[in-house]
């Protein structure tokens, strides 16, 4: 089993910044892919920005150039430093890892448990 651990959300006025965090812990051989996802009352959970372990980085066109994604392979961690935030950032944010957990295992979706980020004054 692996689990997701979020931290590093929070209330924040309007252009200012956040860090979070999440760590994937349990039976890991490797991981594909690490990422960030947000979702909003009524609305669809959108991609934020992901990082594959090959190839670029991926980002909605509303967080270019204010969001950078990045990981830590050592500690199984992906990170997201948010700047210049909006009221429309605001919402729930859930990590996401495309993980397989033994070497003959075909890769799974896991799922954080999400965390708050608020905009407002």
């Known amino acids: 089993q692996v689990q997701l651990v979020e931290s590093g959300g929070g209330l924040v006025q309007p252009g200012g910044s956040l860090r979070l965090s999440c760590a994937a812990s349990?039976?890991?051989?490797?991981?594909?892919?690490m990422g960030w996802y947000r979702q909003t009352p009524g609305k669809q959970r959108e991609l934020v920005a992901e990082m594959p372990s090959v190839g670029s980085t991926n980002y909605a066109d509303s967080v270019k150039g204010r969001f950078t994604i990045s990981r830590d392979n050592a500690k199984n961690t992906v990170y997201l430093q948010m700047n210049s935030l909006k009221p429309e950032d605001t919402a729930v944010y859930y990590c996401?890892?495309?993980?397989?957990?033994?070497?003959?295992?075909?890769?799974?979706?896991?799922w954080g448990q999400g965390t708050q980020v608020t905009v407002s004054s």
């Open positions: 349990g039976t890991i051989f490797s991981i594909n892919a």
């Open positions: 996401n890892a495309v993980v397989r957990p033994r070497s003959w295992s075909t890769p799974f979706n896991y």
